[in-house]
């Protein structure tokens, strides 16, 4: 595999992390295929949304695979009235991320980013590698400092 952005910084931090690849099935880019093909739980495996506030601007969301992010709450926590995602068409544009390889580690402009509080429950998490068919297995504690993350409850219970 090719060392991508999201691996270089890592690195250049010397923030630990294992390369998790798996095969890429153009047709399900979804988080819960991916934890199935890499052996996880899918509660461990977290992917990274992007959406926008209406007084904020731009805002990174990680959330376990499987669960669906809570708009009003995650607006409510981010001092925004409402949010509304990021359209897929501009995810490139916006983050130098294509859908299924989107991180919160490494998009072109630094962004406000917040991440589900059930992360605390496991040492590590994966979070995508930056490209699709790759995803980081690395520290819960040393991915919220590097990416200086806050924690909170953003799924719909």
């Known amino acids: 595999m090719v060392k991508t952005n999201v691996m270089r910084m890592l690195s250049a931090a010397k923030i630990p992390f294992e390369v998790m690849e798996y095969p890429v099935d153009e047709s399900d880019l979804s988080g819960i295929h991916i934890a199935d093909q890499i052996g996880l739980p899918r509660a461990q495996v977290f992917k990274t949304l992007v959406a ?39 995810l490139l544009g916006l983050t130098g991320y294509i859908r299924g390889g989107c991180s919160p580690i490494g998009m072109k402009k630094k962004f406000p980013t917040y991440v589900d509080e059930s992360a605390l429950t496991f040492e590590r998490i994966t979070v995508s590698a930056g490209v699709r068919g790759a995803q980081l297995l690395l520290n819960t504690a040393e991915l919220l400092q590097f990416t200086q993350a806050k924690t909170a409850a953003l799924t719909v219970k």
């Open 52 to 90: 926008k506030g209406d007084k904020t601007g731009h805002l990174v969301f990680c959330i376990p695979c499987a669960e669906e992010l809570e708009l009003r709450h995650a607006a409510s926590i981010t001092g925004n009235k409402k949010i509304e995602m990021v359209h897929v068409k501009d």
